[in-house]
């Protein structure tokens, strides 16, 4: 069973940094990529970033400038540079992890529950 689980959200000052971390584990056999996405309320999720296996990178609009998504890939982590915060990120930011499934050729996506970051002062 594969566990996504995020980390590093708090409360910052607009104009503040923050880093988040994300954490894979368990039976994974292949990675196909690992994104952030983030949820404001009852809205429905936003994409942030993406990072794939050969380091493809894809940022939203909002995100550009601002935001960095790396990746560990032999410790199955990803993670998410935020600066110069606004308040209107301010979100629930969530992790997602693609697996490639080899063995039987398919691709099972997993969800972290998310980490809280609020952007006020």
């Known amino acids: 069973q594969v566990q996504v689980v995020e980390s590093g959200g708090g409360l910052v000052q607009p104009g503040g940094s923050l880093r988040l971390s994300c954490q894979a584990s368990g039976s994974i056999e292949g990675v196909y990529g690992m994104s952030w996405y983030r949820r404001v309320a009852a809205k429905e999720r936003e994409f942030v970033a993406e990072?794939?296996?050969?380091?493809?990178?894809t940022y939203a609009d909002f995100a550009k400038g601002r935001f960095t998504i790396s990746r560990d890939n032999v410790k199955n982590m990803a993670f998410l540079q935020m600066d110069n915060l606004k308040v209107e990120d301010t979100a629930v930011y969530l992790c997602?992890?693609?697996?490639?499934?080899?063995?039987?050729?398919?691709?099972?996506?997993?969800w972290g529950q998310g980490t809280q970051v609020n952007v006020s002062s």
């Open positions: 990072i794939r296996s050969l380091g493809t990178l």
């Open positions: 997602k992890l693609v697996e490639s499934q080899y063995s039987v050729g398919r691709t099972v996506v997993h």
